[in-house]
């Protein structure tokens, strides 16, 4: 079964500090992807990537970066978190192609006090 | 640009009733139709697909039929279950995934 790990379930940080969150697969895919979820919005693309050291704005960029240097890990990056960014951040991975579905990891929550 | 609209929630049902959670969604070409499931505390997990018109998805009881001439991929089941609570998703794949806003899920004993 393809696992996609995220590093942390839960995270509390303050305002204006950076912020990484990392995401790891298992099974060589090309497809990382980034989203929050919030009530009521569902999930919004923050950031993807197609390869190593690739990388395309989704929805919601602003505030955010991403770092793909291996193709198992994609990281994001909170330049200077604000308290706008508390949320559940979820990364997902999948193989080129319509047929196969992304796979998600467990989600961080992530609360900016 | 793709779309994917869901009915609003939250649903709640008890223990047996019968499940319909409608989904339309705005596509050029021919995209692939998804229902993923998110339980409680947990990320998502894909529950279904279809990958082309009159396609049916099943699992775990669950089913949704892609129609192309009404852009819908409703998800039914016949009798659900206390553990069926959840948010369900549905997500197309064109030119880009896009997921719909979510549909929360609660059924009573």
């Known amino acids: 079964d393809v696992k996609v790990t995220q590093s942390s379930r839960y995270l509390v940080k303050r305002t204006g500090e950076k912020v990484f969150l990392e995401c790891v697969q298992d099974m060589d895919h090309e497809n990382m992807f980034w989203y929050r979820q919030d009530p009521g919005l569902g999930l919004r693309l923050i950031y993807f990537s197609y390869d190593v050291k690739m990388k395309e704005k989704g929805d919601i960029p602003e505030g955010y970066s991403v770092s793909r240097e291996k193709k198992e890990r994609f990281s994001l990056i909170l330049e200077s978190a604000s308290t706008n960014q508390t949320s559940m951040y979820l990364c997902?991975?999948?193989?080129?192609?319509?047929?196969?579905?992304?796979?998600f990891g467990d989600g961080t929550r992530l609360s900016i006090l | 640009g793709d779309s994917v609209t869901q009915m609003e929630g939250p649903v709640t049902l008890s223990e047996e009733a019968f499940l319909t959670i409608n989904c339309t969604y705005t596509a050029t070409g021919y995209p692939s139709l998804f229902w993923y499931v998110q339980y409680p505390g947990e990320g998502l997990q894909l529950l279904l697909k279809?990958?082309?018109?009159?396609d049916k998805g099943s699992n775990k009881g669950f089913e949704a039929t892609y129609r192309k001439e009404t852009t819908s991929f409703h998800l039914e089941k016949g009798s659900v279950q206390v553990s069926d609570s959840a948010v369900y998703f549905c997500a197309l794949e064109g030119q880009n995934f896009v997921f719909g806003p979510g549909t929360r899920l609660s059924v009573l004993p």
């Open positions: 279809a990958t082309k018109a009159d």
């Open positions: 997902a991975s999948s193989l080129p192609g319509g047929e196969l579905p992304q796979h």
